[in-house]
Antibody, heavy 122, light 112 residues
Framework: QVQLVQSGAEVKKPGASVKVSCRAS????????ISWVRQSPGHGLEWMGW????????YYAQKFKGRVAMTTDTSTSTAYLEVRSLRSDDTAFYYC???????????????WGQGTPVTVSS | DVVMTQSPLSLPVTLGQPASISCRSS???????????LTWFQQRPGQSPRRLIY???IRDSGVPGRFSGSGSGTDFTLKISRVEAEDLAIYYC?????????FGQGTKLEIK
C-alpha cells in the first residue's frame, strides 16, 4: 500500500536550518512528485511547493523562495525539505503529500505523510 | 494569491442529520484545460489531512457515498447526507488551478 513516512520531531533555534525527510513506498516514486504543506495555528494550511521525483524540477511558492530547498533521492525513494533561517513563526507541522510528476498544476495530494512537528524556539 | 473562504467555520450537527459546507474562491477555478481543481480534505484530530473529493465532485476510493461535492466557478459545496460520528473533523477546501495552491480556513464539524 502507498505510504509516506516522515522523519521525527525537530527543535531548532532561530536562525538555524532543518531538514525533513519523507520516505515513499508502495508505488514507483519516480512516476510522481511530492508537494510540501505546512500547518500552523497562525497560518492554517500552506502549500510550500512541489518537486518532481521524475526529473527534479521544483516550484516554490513565492513566500518560501530563497529559504527552502526541496530535493529527492530516487535510490531511496525519499524526498527532503530543507528550511533555512528559521523563525519562530516557522513552528508548524510539515507534511509531504504525493503529487503529479509534471505539469503546471499540482492537484493530486492523494496520500500524505504523518507530519513532522518542527519547533523553533530560543 | 487566490483567497479561499469557507463558511461556516464551526458547524454543530446532530448525528443522522445533513451538513453542508461552503467554499468560495476570489477567482474562478476553471482552468484552461477545462478542469476545475477544487479539492476537499478531511482532517480528524491528531491525523494528517485525507483527500475526500477532487475536481469538485469526484469521490476518492473508500470515501462513503454520503459525501458529495458540487459547484463551479467560484462557489463550491461539500455535503454530508447523514452525519456519522466518524465524520467529526475539520474540513478544508483547496484550489490548485492558480499557483500557489491555497486552502480555506477550515470548517470544524462538531456535535450539537
Amino acid at each position: 500500500q502507498v505510504q509516506l513516512v516522515q522523519s521525527g520531531a525537530e527543535v531548532k533555534k532561530p536562525g538555524a536550518s532543518v531538514k525533513v525527510s519523507c520516505r515513499a513506498s508502495g508505488f514507483r516514486f519516480s512516476n510522481f512528485g511530492i508537494s510540501w504543506v505546512r500547518q500552523s495555528p497562525g497560518h492554517g494550511l500552506e502549500w510550500m511547493g512541489w518537486i518532481s521525483a521524475y526529473n527534479g524540477n521544483t516550484y516554490y511558492a513565492q513566500k518560501f523562495k530563497g529559504r527552502v530547498a526541496m530535493t529527492t533521492d530516487t535510490s531511496t525513494s525519499t524526498a527532503y525539505l530543507e528550511v533555512r533561517s528559521l523563525r519562530s513563526d516557522d513552528t508548524a507541522f510539515y507534511y509531504c503529500a504525493r503529487d503529479t510528476a509534471a505539469g503546471t498544476t499540482w492537484a493530486l495530494q492523494d496520500y500524505w505523510g504523518q507530519g513532522t512537528p518542527v519547533t523553533v524556539s530560543s | 494569491d487566490v483567497v479561499m473562504t469557507q463558511s461556516p467555520l464551526s458547524l454543530p450537527v446532530t448525528l443522522g442529520q445533513p451538513a453542508s459546507i461552503s467554499c468560495r474562491s476570489s477567482h474562478s477555478l476553471e482552468h484552461g484545460d477545462e478542469n476545475t481543481y477544487l479539492t476537499w480534505f478531511q482532517q480528524r484530530p491528531g491525523q494528517s489531512p485525507r483527500r475526500l473529493i477532487y475536481k469538485v465532485s469526484i469521490r476518492d476510493s473508500g470515501v462513503p457515498g454520503r459525501f458529495s461535492g458540487s459547484g463551479s466557478g467560484t462557489d463550491f459545496t461539500l455535503k454530508i447526507s447523514r452525519v456519522e460520528a466518524e465524520d467529526l473533523a475539520i474540513y478544508y477546501c483547496m484550489q490548485a488551478t492558480h499557483l500557489p495552491n491555497t486552502f480555506g480556513q477550515g470548517t470544524k464539524l462538531e456535535i450539537k
